[in-house]
């Protein structure tokens, strides 16, 4: 079992940033790739980043476009999402998720555990 908090959501301004981080806890950490989804309202969950076990490789959705950096450090247990230039249509929830089958999954299917969101609102 992996249990996974996320913090740092709030309300931004467009064309703001945010950090948003994501402390694991329970089994090793650095056995598990780590992804971001998020979810607006009346909208499926929908994958946004992901980072391998060691940190080396990403994997992006189309729509970040250079505006969104996944990172992770091990030694804290920690993922990390920054997110600049926020545009309205980036208002979800963010969720961080573990998986063991690498940087590609991107499914909400490929993820085991997740946790329970942090709200992004995006408006001025």
């Known amino acids: 079992q992996v249990q996974l908090v996320e913090s740092g959501g709030g309300l931004v301004r467009p064309g703001g940033s945010l950090r948003l981080s994501c402390a694991a806890s329970g089994q090793a950490f650095t056995r598990y790739s780590m992804g971001w989804f998020r979810q607006a309202p009346g909208k499926e969950r929908e994958f946004v980043t992901s980072?391998?076990?060691?940190?080396?490789?990403?994997s992006d959705a189309g729509f970040v476009q250079g505006r969104f950096s996944v990172s992770r450090d091990n030694a804290r247990n920690t993922l990390y999402l920054q997110m600049n230039n926020l545009k309205p249509e980036d208002t979800a929830t963010y969720y961080c998720?573990?998986?063991?089958?690498?940087?590609?999954?991107?499914?909400?299917?490929?993820?085991?555990?997740w946790g329970q969101g942090t709200q992004v609102t995006v408006s001025s």
């Open positions: 980072i391998s076990a060691s940190g080396l490789s990403t």
């Open positions: 998720a573990a998986s063991r089958l690498g940087v590609t999954a991107t499914t909400v299917e490929e993820y085991e555990f």
